[in-house]
């Protein structure tokens, strides 16, 4: 047997534990019904700038409401060679690079393309222009804590004391189970990069889980809940509650309230990557 085919049955019996491995549980029903998932194609868009219109990023709405004052998690789609005129923002956001390659930076900065996997911070008030390579367009997660997220003019720029930050995959803190407890012994080869907030206690924060090819285990949160959104890499999820299993691509997403274990594997012959908000402690099983 070729080692390709070796390696699809691999991938698919990792796929087959992970989905029946999901602990049962006492959950009640309010922990069932808070379960959601949502693949890349059932998002559906909207003009980010409604102003511009089409010519304007595209905005997909995996929670909140980016109109309103609440936490909010969307997906941005950037045409090729799209290119912001210079403007602030009245919120500070945070954003992940999913596709493509994008450009966020000061108007008078050089050109410094992020690839997927890069973590970017935009604070409030900064004046800074945003691009797509040409050629190849871009897509994004962005999330914002607070709202409404407004597109204003540079003349209206301020000094909130933040610093943005740009930080490619590579360069993130990567902690396996010796060094965070989140991690159990079990999960072979699974990490974590902190990307913002506490995850001690009750806080929020932001980070990135990495899980290696063949991967198959479960994850979910302590505390409040936990919200994710695939990065990188082609995904296997069930969860108590949903009748099947769903393939989840970059720019899939799942949610639920705390306690409610995530069943997932790592299908790529490639590392998955995905962006996990958290409130407080989350497992890795």
């Not at 070729?2 to 029946?20: N, Q, T």
């Not at 897509?139 to 740009?166: C, H, K, S, W």
């Not at 932001?206 to 899980?211: D, E, R, T």
Request: aromatic share 8%.
């Amino acid at each position: 047997m070729k080692p390709a085919i070796f390696a699809a049955l691999g991938f698919a019996l990792a796929s087959l534990v992970a989905c029946e491995s999901i602990e049962r549980l006492t959950l009640n029903q309010e922990q069932l019904d808070s379960v959601r998932v949502v693949t890349p194609d059932q998002v559906s868009y909207v003009p980010l700038n409604p102003a511009r219109g089409d010519a304007s990023p595209q905005a997909g709405v995996l929670w909140g409401d980016i109109r309103e004052d609440v936490p909010s998690g969307v997906l941005l789609r950037f045409a090729e060679g799209f290119a912001s005129p210079p403007h602030i923002h009245n919120i500070t956001y945070r954003a992940v690079v999913i596709s493509g390659e994008i450009h966020n930076d000061d108007p008078s900065a050089e050109n410094m393309w992020m690839g997927p996997g890069t973590f970017w911070t935009q604070p409030a008030g900064e004046i800074h222009i945003t691009s797509a390579r040409p050629g190849l367009g871009g897509t994004a997660f962005l999330e914002i804590l607070e709202g409404p997220y407004l597109v204003q003019p540079g003349d209206l720029a301020f000094d909130n004391g933040e610093r943005p930050l740009n930080l490619v995959s590579s360069n993130m803190m990567w902690m396996s189970s010796d060094e965070f407890n989140g991690i159990e012994a079990d999960a072979l080869g699974a990490e974590i990069a902190l990307l913002w907030g506490d995850l001690s206690g009750g806080e929020l924060s932001g980070s990135m889980l990495k899980l290696p090819p063949g991967f198959a285990g479960n994850v979910w949160s302590l505390n409040e809940g936990i919200r994710a959104v695939t990065i990188q890499g082609e995904m296997t999820h069930a969860a108590p509650g949903r009748s099947s299993k769903t393939r989840l691509g970059p720019g899939g997403f799942f949610s639920s309230d705390e306690g409610v274990r995530h069943a997932i594997s790592c299908d790529s012959q490639t590392e998955c990557l995905i962006y996990v908000r958290t409130a407080g402690q989350f497992r890795v099983k």
